[in-house]
C-alpha cells in the first residue's frame, strides 16, 4: 500500500546532495590498440581524462590540469592517436599525454584559447582551433611541442572540426561568418596540405558543400581516403552525405523526417562515425528526441543496431580499428554511461555516471506529447516531454502541481536522455513537462526556422499552450504550474510572466536574459550576431529589442519569481539578473535571489548544484505547493 501524502511534498532518493556527485561523461576516443578506451569526466567543475585498457581498471591521465575547450561554449576537448592522448587545458595551453606514464607536456604556449585537435595520420603535427577573444583561426603545432605554432588558415569569423586525409594529404574543416550561426549556414572547405622545410601549410581553399542557408557538420574522411562524408541539412532534415573524392559525385546516406546531425553549439560534436573497412557508417538517427544508433552501409539501406535499443539518447560515436563502438549513452530512466559494444557481443558499460541505485519503477518514464497552439491566426504544433509524478512509496489524490521547462539555447532541444531536473521534481510529485517550443532542433529545419524574428513571442506562446494542455488533459492542477529555465530558457520565463501574468504560480529564471540591447553589446563573440536572426538588425530593430526585453516591463510581473545567476557569467552577465530583482524588491514582489560566486553561465561545482536544488525545492513548496 502507498502512503498518502501531498504533492509536491514525496521524499525521493534523488536528493540534491546525489545530484551534485554526478559525473559528467563529455566525450570518448579510442587508442591506437582498438581496445583501449579514453573518456572525458566532469567532476566538481573539473575535466580529467580517464584511460581504460583491456583487463585493467580505469585510470586518471591527468591530476592538476583541467581538460577544458575554450572557443565559444567549449567541447572539442580532446584527441586520442597512438598511444597517446592531446587535451585542451583550461589554461588555453595544448597538451600531450601518454597513456601508459608520464605527466602531460604542452605543445603550445598559455596564449587564447583552444579546441578539436586532430592528429595528422602519420603522426607529426596537430591541428587545431584557436581563438583569441576576437579572432579564429586554424594553428598547427609538431606534435612533439619542438616549434612554435604555426597559423595555417585565417579570414573565416569562426572555424570548428579540422579532419585530416589518411594520406596526411589534405585536411577538411567547416567554417562560417557573423550573421550565420553554425546551423542556419556553414561551409565545408578542404585545402591540400604542403610539407617544406619541415613546416607546413596550406594550398587553395576548395569549398564542397554548405553555404550561407544550408549547415553542415563534422566532416570525415573514410580510413581508404576514397570518401569524406559529412552531415547536412540541405533537404531541410539533418543527413549524412558522402562525396566520393575520385569523381566528385556526392550521395545522400539517409533520408526521412528525421535527423542525423545537431546544432553545433559546442566544438566536438560527433554524430556518425566511419568503420575500418570503409564500408559502412555508424550513425545517431534522432526522430522526435529519441536516438537510435544505425548502420549505414554505402551499398544499402540503413537499419537500426538492437544491441543498443535500451539506450534512447545517444551521442559522440566512435569506432576503433577493431570494430568495437563506443559512444556516450542513457534514456529517461538511465542516467548517462560510457558503453562499447562489438558485433556478436552485449554492450558493456564501461563507466556510469551516478551510482544508478534506483529502479526503473521509481523513475519516471519520458513520454513525447504534442499540443495546439494559435498563432498567427493559424494552429501550430508544438513537441514535448512529459514526465508524470512517479513514487514507489507514495500517491496523492487531486491532481499535482506542475513544472513547464524551457530549454536554453533558444535552438536546441530535450530529448530522451536522463534529465536529471525533470527527474528530481517528478519524483517528489511534480508533474513536468519540457518544451520543445518553435526553434528546437530535431523536427526539421522549417520548426527551428519558426523562432526568427518571433523570440520572445513564439517561445512564450509555446510555454503558455503546454500549461493550457496539462490543464486541459487533466494533467495538473491549472492554478499551480511553474514555468522554469535557464538562459535563453530564463528570458522565456521572464517575457512569460511579463507578458502573461498570472497564467504561471511562479517563475524560476536560471541565468536569464532580461535586457536584449545590454546581450546584443556584452554577450561572447559566437553569439555576437544570434540575435539578428532571432529579432532583426539593430539599429533598425530597435522597437522590437525594447518591446521584447523583460526589463522595460519588470513592473508587470506579479508572480513569485525565483533568480539564480553566476557572478563570472560571460555569456549572461550578472547585471542582467541585477535589474531584473531591483524592480522584484522595489515593488515588493515575492522572490528568492541567490548568486553563485564562483561559477558562470550554468551550475558545475557540487556544492552549487546541490544548494541550487535544495532552496529551488524550498521555493516551490512555500509559493506553490501550499499555494
Known amino acids: 500500500m502507498k502512503i498518502e501524502k501531498t504533492f509536491g511534498m514525496w521524499s525521493s532518493p534523488l536528493t540534491p546532495g546525489s545530484l551534485a556527485g554526478e559525473l559528467r561523461l563529455g566525450d570518448v576516443a579510442w587508442a591506437g590498440d582498438g581496445e583501449s578506451l579514453v573518456w572525458l569526466e566532469g567532476r566538481d567543475g573539473r575535466g580529467v581524462l580517464v584511460v581504460k585498457r583491456p583487463g585493467d581498471a580505469p585510470r586518471d591521465l591527468n591530476t592538476e590540469l583541467s581538460v577544458r575547450g575554450g572557443v565559444g561554449y567549449g567541447g572539442g576537448e580532446f584527441t586520442v592517436a597512438g598511444e597517446a592522448a592531446y587535451f ?54 609538431d606534435t612533439r611541442g619542438e616549434r612554435w605554432p604555426t597559423r595555417l588558415m585565417a579570414g573565416a569569423d569562426f572555424y570548428m572540426q579540422p579532419a585530416w586525409h589518411p594520406a596526411s594529404e589534405r585536411l577538411a574543416w567547416v567554417a562560417w561568418d557573423h550573421p550565420q550561426m553554425p546551423w542556419n549556414g556553414a561551409r565545408l572547405e578542404t585545402a591540400r596540405v604542403h610539407f617544406d622545410q619541415g613546416g607546413i601549410s596550406l594550398g587553395p581553399v576548395e569549398c564542397l558543400a554548405g553555404g550561407s542557408d544550408v ?23 539533418w543527413h549524412i552525405y558522402v562525396r566520393d573524392l575520385e569523381s566528385a559525385t556526392v550521395r545522400q546516406l539517409t533520408d526521412g523526417e528525421v535527423e542525423y ?124 516531454n512529459y514526465y508524470a509524478p512517479t513514487s514507489t512509496r507514495f500517491q496523492s489524490p487531486g491532481k499535482p502541481p506542475a513544472i513547464v521547462v524551457i530549454h536554453g539555447g533558444p535552438t536546441s532541444q530535450r530529448r530522451a536522455n536522463f534529465e536529471a531536473n525533470s527527474q528530481f521534481f517528478a519524483t517528489r510529485g511534480f508533474a513536468v513537462l519540457d518544451v520543445n517550443y518553435r526553434g528546437s ?94 529579432l532583426g538588425e539593430l539599429p533598425g530593430a530597435a522597437d522590437i529589442f525594447r518591446q ?57 561545482r557540487a556544492q552549487n548544484i546541490e544548494h541550487y536544488y535544495g532552496s529551488v525545492l524550498g521555493f516551490l513548496t512555500e509559493k506553490v505547493v501550499f499555494k
Open 548 to 604: 521584447r526585453s523583460p526589463l522595460f516591463f519588470a513592473d508587470q510581473i506579479t508572480d513569485p519569481v525565483a533568480v539564480y545567476h553566476g557572478a563570472k557569467d560571460e555569456v549572461v552577465p550578472l547585471d542582467q539578473a541585477e535589474a531584473i530583482v531591483a524592480s522584484l524588491r522595489a515593488r515588493g514582489v515575492a522572490h528568492l535571489y541567490h548568486v553563485y560566486e564562483d561559477e558562470g553561465h550554468g551550475w558545475r
Open 215 to 237: 549547415a553542415v557538420l563534422q566532416p570525415s574522411f573514410s580510413p581508404d581516403g576514397r570518401y569524406l562524408a559529412y552531415a547536412s541539412d540541405a533537404s531541410g532534415w
Open 88 to 141: 585542451a587545458a583550461s589554461d588555453g595551453r595544448l597538451y600531450r599525454v601518454e597513456l601508459d606514464r608520464g605527466s602531460p607536456r604542452a605543445l603550445t604556449p598559455g596564449f587564447g584559447k583552444l579546441a578539436s585537435p586532430a592528429v595528422s595520420p602519420d603522426g607529426r603535427w596537430v591541428v587545431y582551433v584557436h581563438c583569441d577573444g576576437k579572432n579564429d583561426v586554424l594553428g598547427a603545432v
Open 441 to 534: 532542433t530535431g523536427y526539421g529545419r522549417a520548426y527551428m526556422n519558426a523562432l526568427l524574428g518571433q523570440w520572445g513571442v513564439a517561445d512564450v506562446e509555446d510555454a503558455v499552450g503546454a500549461a493550457k494542455f496539462l490543464a486541459d488533459e487533466g494533467l495538473a492542477d491549472p492554478s499551480k504550474i511553474v514555468i522554469l529555465g535557464g538562459s535563453a530558457g530564463g528570458y522565456t520565463v521572464l517575457q512569460a510572466l511579463v507578458t502573461h501574468p498570472g497564467t504561471f504560480a511562479a517563475g524560476v529564471c536560471l541565468y536569464g536574459i532580461s535586457n536584449l540591447f545590454a546581450l546584443q553589446l556584452g554577450t561572447h563573440k559566437f553569439e555576437a550576431h544570434y540575435n539578428d536572426s532571432l
Open 261 to 384: 546531425g545537431a546544432p553545433a553549439w559546442v566544438q566536438g560534436v560527433r554524430v556518425f562515425a566511419w568503420t575500418p573497412d570503409s564500408r559502412e557508417i555508424v550513425a545517431v538517427r534522432n526522430a522526435q528526441g529519441v536516438s537510435t544508433l544505425m548502420r549505414c552501409p554505402l551499398d544499402g539501406a540503413p537499419e537500426a543496431i538492437g544491441a543498443l535499443g535500451a539506450y534512447q539518447s545517444i551521442g559522440q560515436p566512435a569506432v576503433s580499428s577493431k570494430r568495437r563502438v563506443a559512444l556516450i549513452g542513457s534514456s529517461s530512466q538511465t542516467p548517462s554511461r560510457v558503453v562499447s559494444w562489438a558485433v556478436g557481443e552485449k554492450a558493456c558499460v564501461e563507466r556510469h555516471s551516478s551510482a544508478e541505485r534506483l529502479g526503473q519503477d521509481e523513475l519516471a518514464p519520458m513520454l513525447p506529447v504534442r499540443w495546439k497552439v494559435n498563432s498567427g491566426g493559424g494552429e501550430v504544433e508544438v513537441f514535448g
